[in-house]
């Protein structure tokens, strides 16, 4: 089912900023990839630092790739004693990287072997999905004008410069709907001056510059991406050796939510709105997304994160390593930072998620039962009161799910440009294509032999809805029964069904193994993470962006690690939601710059913790804007008065605050263990109901194991 990929040993060493001088006593020869692992490069280029030996003159060192010399290609360094360039001409495949003292080959790290693969993917998320829908032609360039058709049948186009410039003038519209600072952009007109109605900014490093933005949209992976960051033209262009002098050394990656409809397509979307904003390129950072990396073109992790990692080593050889990589993005952008942290160690040294989910499997899980109980409801007529059906549910005012529960219907959302006769029907085209995140991920959970569909995790047996509510004389022994008599389940093509769904084996455990299921004990222990969280839990019709999601992610990092203390959450009005984020932004810049310049050999918490800014804690926010400094926490406090935490329909059957078990392990009805008295009658009921027991939730969950490792490569 999957490879696992070993984590790569290299110096980091950032090709934007100064060299370490080598000492006189290091006689090593040593090759690094300082654009990405070198077992996974692209496109057939590579940004390499070679060291040499201070006993070793530079112009006797020979770096040969294949047995060509590419020395040339090189510059040197005679303060760092280096070598640092773009090597280009990797064949697909192996390829050998020497350094040679004359033409004396000298030690074993003198080599490098670099495995390249072809720009359009893929390189860890398996088979690429058929049919997939080029968007190319409908995406918009900063300047307002399209991309323009592909040029393969791999969506690929030709990498397009675009420079927009903001305007002092008045703005009248929008230039293309890029981000918060498209209203006043406007083309770049010459190269040669600056226009009159030229706007300045001022950088994160102090610098005063034009407000002039490089913009560089292309292909990869099959993704559109676009980086951005200030560069006045009139300088020359940039390089990973001469990167722009505006840009302040950090990148931030964003990634967009969304996840229903989220497959067979390209996407026209980038971002969070675009990659230009006065708050982010509009400080000196650079910004990166790609198309890919909005859930509701792709809702799929995995293939968010090759998508990300092949997007960042593109940087990195237009413009050098950064000092360090952080991201932002919201709901379904939350569902791509955890488990890119998690699985893909490396790529994140920090991220920002807001209205936060830990995953999309468990954040399924929940949405399915809500769904169930929603179907429930509205056939149980008035059985129920809406205040039992409130302590039953436990999530607020949230009530019809259905269109984000289609995520797991093969025909509930396709994308409107797949063709009704490429889409799957369950009587007339069963070899369609399944609109669902199980078969969008289909490299991930395995193809069961007997349908020819994704393997399902979806599992309820032994649930017990409601059965906090029963114990609390919330709801009768008779209502309990009726309710999880009926409560049903789903069938293989996500409709609601009679009986209880019951998950695959082999996908529970690839589930767990392969990292699906956030666990939090490897990347995200070794990084800052700050939550943001606009409270959405009692909007007028509810909302699936619950305040629990947050406690979730606490609960697994605790078990994981013995701790959360590297989780700063941040909550408030949905109206504050931008301060909220920028603030998280400016204080995640200051931490990560205050952990890169620990060189201690601490553990890697204590650390973190030693570089977090003083005034960085746990807070919320009223609606005026006054911050409340308190432990935010699941229950009790100020902030829980004016931002109540409410549960998951799973949590109230006694599942765990981690949220964390997809199959529960059974024992048998025991009526000890509940607070009220059931009749002989009501017993031998409840027996039939849960014939081989229910869920004993003081136990992992059926195959809920270790991940197996990071760097999971998918075939």
């Not at 997809?662 to 059931?678: A, E, G, I, W």
Request: proline share 7%; with cysteine; glycine share 10%.
């Amino acid at each position: 089912m999957n490879r696992i990929v070993g984590l790569v040993c290299g110096l980091l060493i950032f090709a934007a900023m100064p060299h370490v001088a080598k000492t006189d006593d290091d006689q090593r020869f040593l090759i690094t990839s300082l654009s990405s692992r070198p077992d996974m490069v692209s496109g057939g280029d590579v940004l390499v630092q070679v060291d040499v030996p201070r006993s070793v003159p530079l112009n006797e060192a020979m770096i040969k790739l294949n047995g060509q010399d590419v020395t040339a290609a090189l510059h040197p360094d005679p303060t760092s004693h280096t070598f640092i360039g773009l090597v280009t001409g990797l064949k697909l495949g192996g390829n050998a990287l020497e350094v040679f003292n004359g033409q004396k080959q000298v030690t074993r790290e003198s080599q490098l072997t670099l495995k390249n693969y072809p720009i359009t993917g893929p390189i860890i998320s398996g088979s690429q999905e058929q049919p997939f829908i080029c968007q190319a032609q409908d995406f918009k360039l900063p300047d307002g004008t399209l991309l323009g058709p592909p040029i393969d049948a791999n969506c690929s186009v030709k990498t397009v410069v675009t420079y927009v410039y903001k305007s002092t003038a008045p703005a009248t519209a929008p230039a293309s709907g890029t981000g918060p600072a498209a209203a006043n952009l406007k083309p770049l007109p010459s190269f040669t001056a600056l226009p009159p109605d030229m706007a300045w900014t001022t950088t994160t490093i102090g610098e005063k510059v034009p407000y002039i933005v490089r913009v560089e949209t292309g292909t990869t992976n099959r993704a559109i991406y676009q980086i951005a960051v200030l560069h006045d033209p009139t300088s020359g262009t940039p390089g990973p050796l001469a990167p722009p002098k505006a840009w302040n050394g950090r990148l931030l990656y964003t990634f967009g939510g969304g996840c229903v409809g989220g497959w067979f397509k390209q996407g026209t979307s980038i971002g969070m709105g675009g990659v230009i904003s006065d708050t982010v390129v509009g400080k000196g950072y650079a910004e990166a997304s790609a198309t890919l990396n909005v859930f509701g073109n792709n809702c799929s992790d995995e293939l968010a994160a090759e998508t990300m990692m092949m997007v960042k080593e593109r940087f990195i050889k237009a413009y050098g390593k950064p000092a360090f990589t952080f991201s932002r993005g919201g709901s379904g952008g939350a569902e791509q930072q955890l488990p890119i942290a998690e699985n893909y160690p490396g790529l994140l040294e920090g991220i920002i998620p807001s209205l936060t989910f830990t995953d999309v499997l468990t954040n399924t899980q929940l949405l399915s039962d809500t769904q169930l109980l929603n179907n429930y409801y509205s056939k149980s007529g008035n059985a129920l009161t809406e205040e039992q059906k409130f302590v039953i549910t436990g999530e607020g005012r949230l009530r019809d799910v259905s269109e984000e529960v289609a995520r797991i219907n093969p025909s509930g959302v396709c994308p409107a440009q797949l063709q009704k006769s490429q889409r799957y029907d369950a009587v007339s085209n069963r070899s369609g294509a399944r609109c669902d995140i199980f078969d969008h991920a289909i490299s991930v959970y395995g193809r069961d032999p007997e349908t020819g569909f994704a393997r399902r995790p979806i599992d309820n047996v032994g649930v017990q809805y409601g059965l906090e509510a029963l114990n609390s004389g919330k709801i009768t022994t008779g209502q309990f029964l009726d309710l999880n008599q009926n409560i049903g389940g789903y069938d293989n093509d996500g409709n609601i069904a009679s009986s209880r769904s019951v998950a695959d084996p082999m996908a529970l455990r690839a589930a767990y193994q392969t990292g699906r299921v956030t666990r939090g004990d490897i990347g995200l222990a070794r990084l800052p993470i700050i939550d943001v969280r606009p409270y959405r839990d009692m909007l007028p019709n509810g909302d699936v962006h619950l305040k629990v999601h947050s406690f979730s992610l606490r609960e697994r990092l605790l078990k994981a690690n013995g701790t959360f203390d590297n989780d700063v959450l941040l909550v408030g009005p949905v109206s504050l939601t931008g301060q909220m984020g920028e603030y998280a932004m400016a204080k995640m810049d200051e931490w990560l710059t205050n952990l890169g310049k620990d060189t201690s050999a601490d553990p890697i918490m204590k650390k973190i913790l030693r570089a977090k800014p003083a005034d960085l804690v746990d807070s919320c926010y009223t609606d005026t804007g006054d911050r409340i400094i308190e432990p935010q926490t699941a229950t009790g406090g100020k902030c829980n008065q004016l931002y109540p935490t409410y549960r998951s329909p799973r949590m109230v059957a006694g599942g765990p605050a981690s949220n964390d078990i997809l199959k529960c392990q059974l024992s048998p009805v025991d009526f000890s263990k509940y607070n009220v008295t059931f009749t002989e009658a009501e017993k031998t009921r409840l027996r039939t109901i849960f014939p081989n027991g229910v869920c004993d939730w003081t136990k992992q969950g059926i195959e809920q194991q270790p991940k197996t490792g990071t760097w999971v490569a998918f075939k």
